[in-house]
């Protein structure tokens, strides 16, 4: 299997799964290290998901992704932000080679995660100090990652100058509720006062009342939707309940989310409108918006 060549030297972290290798300088500036440490803690803590969970979830990030995005025999893709490499595992299949980079102590999950995969490599290393040749890559993809960045129009900028003219670019931003109601935004303002708290505690209180959250605060809401499922099969009325997306998710993906929307320093969002815009800037067209959640996740192709 033969990977494109990394760009710039780093040092080989030694794992029971294998050499990672890492480009961190600690002068990356389009990083929030908290928010790094904060990822490194949580994927530590959610270090394993079923097949069934990956493949599950996974089908709700790629349905817009078709045979003319991937070829098994020649596709070189990329995964900025790999966090545990569940969206990596997803995909190695489907690919020729997989790079996977992240900045935080996650790599050495995806590391473990991705294993007995030959076709996979994973690196330590932010999305500004990427070490590939611009122009290397057939397929991008960075889903959940970019609104953990400070300059997220910038970021995105580096992963589409990774991409082959004629590639794609696969991504997921979360969105500012653009599509909901008052109802909607109101509680997202609350989720945020409330994130803004917690996000501060140290790790392992964090990560108690962010459980205590998926709860309390989750489960109710995704049993109220199911119920309403339940009794309206040919109704849609059950996602008008906050939290509706998780109807079908298993409790182990409902808590790791929870951690994730409450326990995570540095969150920002956008509007569809304003992804697109971002898109285009950073040179991709022919855009297609998944119709289904989460949103707003989104392919395009690189002039």
């Known amino acids: 299997m033969k990977f494109i060549p990394y760009q710039i030297p780093g040092k080989n972290i030694n794992t029971p799964w294998g050499d990672i290798a890492s480009f961190l300088t600690g002068d990356e500036q389009n990083l929030d290290k908290s928010t790094v440490e904060s990822f490194g803690s949580e994927w530590s803590k959610f270090d394993f998901f079923s097949e069934q969970e990956i493949q599950h979830v996974g ?3 790629f349905d817009i992704v078709t045979d003319k995005h991937l070829q098994k025999e020649t596709t070189r893709a990329l995964d900025v932000g790999c966090g545990s490499g569940r969206w990596s595992y997803y995909l190695a299949d489907k690919v020729h080679t997989l790079d996977c980079i992240d900045p935080s102590d996650a790599v050495f999950v995806a590391k ?7 076709n996979t490599r994973v690196a330590k290393t932010s999305v ?3 070490p590939f040749p611009n122009g290397s890559f057939d397929f991008v993809f960075s889903l959940g990652v970019l609104h953990h960045i400070p300059d997220t129009q910038a970021a995105m900028k580096n992963c589409v100058n990774k991409l082959k003219k004629g590639g794609f670019f696969l991504i997921y931003l979360y969105y500012n509720l653009d599509n909901r109601g008052w109802m909607f935004k109101l509680m997202l303002k609350i989720v945020t006062m409330a994130r803004l708290t917690i996000s501060k505690l140290p790790e392992k ?3 108690i009342v962010c459980d205590l959250l998926a709860i309390t605060i989750y489960m109710p809401f995704i049993s109220l939707a199911r119920l309403i499922k339940l009794v309206s099969k040919r109704s849609t009325a059950h996602q008008k309940i906050p939290l509706s ?3 079908d998710k298993s409790f182990n993906v409902i808590r790791n989310d929870a951690l994730d929307r409450f326990g995570t320093p540095l969150e920002q969002r ?3 409108k304003e992804i697109k815009k971002m898109l285009e800037e950073a040179g991709i067209y022919n855009i297609t918006f998944s ?3 989460p949103y707003w996740h989104a ?5």
């Open 245 to 247: 997306y998780y109807i």
């Open 112 to 118: 473990k995660n991705l294993s007995k995969f030959k």
């Open 291 to 293: 119709k289904s959640e």
């Open 59 to 61: 089908d709700t990030y």
């Open 205 to 207: 209180i964090k990560h």
């Open 299 to 303: 392919i395009g192709e690189k002039k």
């Open 128 to 130: 500004e100090a990427m």
């Open 270 to 272: 956008f509007s569809k």
